[in-house]
């Protein structure tokens, strides 16, 4: 697609919900990122992802946090039984390789864990 | 480790007046910098990129910056400030991997008075 688009725009969930976040990058662009957002935090690296491989997971707060991209495109983020810290706006961006392009960002999923 | 540090959390200027957001990063070799503008509910943009080369770059809205090693900085300026400038902006610098992680500043918020 044009740009970097990401499902939902917006979610609300219970503490203890699973939720999936999706990322749909710029057709072509091998490299995913995901970043969290928080208020007063700045970005967070979560998980990089160069095709279908996630070399890196080290960002990734704890192991309620997983992963997947598949065809080398599509990625969803997966939070397992939210908690309240884990608000956040998810950010998701994408670049044509990891020669420090510049990515491109997706304008992300809102969380709010209730 | 590399770091970014955004010393004015928030600053407002006069529509017209000029602008400058001070970046200053700390990285044991050659840095990548980049500079993002995120206006509310919105992704990040990519203004501006330093690679190599000439060390004034020139981005997008008219938005340019200085890259000056001896200072370590990468300060962003604007001439002429419009009220649609009205954001929060990001520095970033690579985190020196292979994988073109990019460190992200805890961003400025710029207001523009009338």
Redesign the interface.
Known sequence: GAG?S?SPSNKVTEKGKDVELRCDPISGHT?L?W?RQSL????E?LI?F?GNSA??KSGLPSDRFSAERTGGSVSTLTIQRTQQEDSAVY?C?S?R????????????TRLTVV | AQSVTQPDIHITVSEGASLELRCNYSYGATPYLFWYVQSPGQGLQLLLKYFSGDTLVQGIKGFEAEFKRSQSSFNLRKPSVHWSDAAEYFCAVNDGGSQGNLIFGKGTKLSVKP
């Not at chain 1, 007063?40 to 970005?43: A, D, E, F, I």
């Open positions: 970097v990401q490299a990122y970043y007063g935090q700045g970005l690296f990089y160069q070399p890196d950010l961006a670049s390789g990891t020669h420090n392009y510049g990515y491109t960002f997706g304008s992300g």
